[in-house]
């Protein structure tokens, strides 16, 4: 019920105002018709929204209203949004919210593997052990980030499901530039500001040679962290810092679910990123950009001219061959720093 009132609570408010809060009042009666309950009942769940730190506001003959809704993380808060997106959504059908955990990867996989459906979600506040690409660990502090992993089975080849971490980036650079924020994707899959890295991603797959069971597709995302570990600090920069503000990090986790499930219908028309290509190249850093390929068969310099429908990395070599760049081999930093 709290989730639902929460929703009712946002529902008809038209535009959240900048607290996140809404411009209208719901009559407690209309509560208590709605869920069966006593005023008691709804008084008491108004009671624990405020102590969650939801600003309520109750006016005599108007009802209850949302004054302020900071930037809180929680189940409730994640579902309440959910629930005002309309029919025909998938992704987060289920919601795994965890205050703490390991890796929401892992968490994901181990419900892939006990039968949890494709747009499972797991969110959570703070992981205990973020993983990120090539072995390295991502740093998951409590209270400022977002951290959370999709579950797909998609119907296609396993090498065509491995582009699915540049449609995520692409869903993730939408959102991000939805908040006024100036930031683009570094190839395949970081999104950037400023030079400074902002969100991650580590798709990870569960497959056999010509079959997917699962995918699991995680993004970590700086969103209000204010200071960095000093091993990071110079290449790592958050949302808020970028922005000036505080960002809800519910909403902009809805907002990126709603582009990716628009990116993945696209991508499915193909199963391959044909019809991404223009919105994925808008967002690329790399492009016509000097790059260094660390490729372990050798390094070279280049200009990235754009990614192929599969997500390859296209790089003019000095000598005007055009090679590909596939993004599990190698890494592509730019001549001169991260981009
Ligand atoms: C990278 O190295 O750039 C990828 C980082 C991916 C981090 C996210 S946070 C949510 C999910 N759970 C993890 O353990 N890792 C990913």
Redesign the pocket.
Known sequence: MKSEILALLREGMGRENAQGGSQEYISGQELCSRFGVSRTAIWKVMNQLKEEGYEIEAVQNKGYRLKASPDVMGENEIQSRFANRGEGHWAGCRLMYFPETG????DAKKAAEEGAPEGTLVVTDC?N??????G?S?S?PRGCNL???LLLRPDCKPEQACMLTLVMALAAAEAVAELGVAAGIKWPN?IVAHGK?VC???TEMSAEPDYIHYVVI???INVNQMDFPEEIRATATSLALEKGERITRSALLLSIMEHFEKAYDTFQETWDLTALLPAYHSYLLNKDARVRVLDPKGEFCGTARGINKTGELLVEKEDGELTRVYAGEVSVRGIYGYV
């Open positions: 890796s929401t990867n892992i992981q052990t973020g993983r990120g690409r090539r390295r991502w998951s951290y959370f992993t970081d890295k991650g991603i580590l995680g993004c970590g």
